[in-house]
């Protein structure tokens, strides 16, 4: 499944627990809080994939916003000096 631009593969890591796993299909590398990863594991246990593909877009989203505050700090930054 895809995902604003994100490919989201969900597992079953045990009976009845549904995880999920996000990267960038491209696979570059997703940069959090300064961190290059090339694929996110979503930790919570869910009861079925269709909860745990919702907590991955949910993770998504607010992904987003934590990428580009961390691009724009070192923007203002160089503008500043």
């Not at 999920?20 to 090339?38: C, E, H, K, N, Q």
Request: charged letters at 20%.
């Amino acid at each position: 499944m895809n995902y604003e631009g994100f490919a989201i593969e969900c597992y079953q890591a045990g009976k009845g627990l549904w995880h999920a796993r996000l990267w960038r299909p491209d696979r570059t590398p997703m940069i959090v809080g300064g961190v290059a990863f090339s694929a996110i594991e979503i930790g919570f246990a869910w009861p079925d994939p269709e909860s745990a593909a919702a907590d991955a877009r949910n993770q998504i989203d607010r992904l987003r916003l934590t990428r580009y505050a961390a691009l724009a700090q070192p923007q203002q930054e160089l503008s500043a000096a």
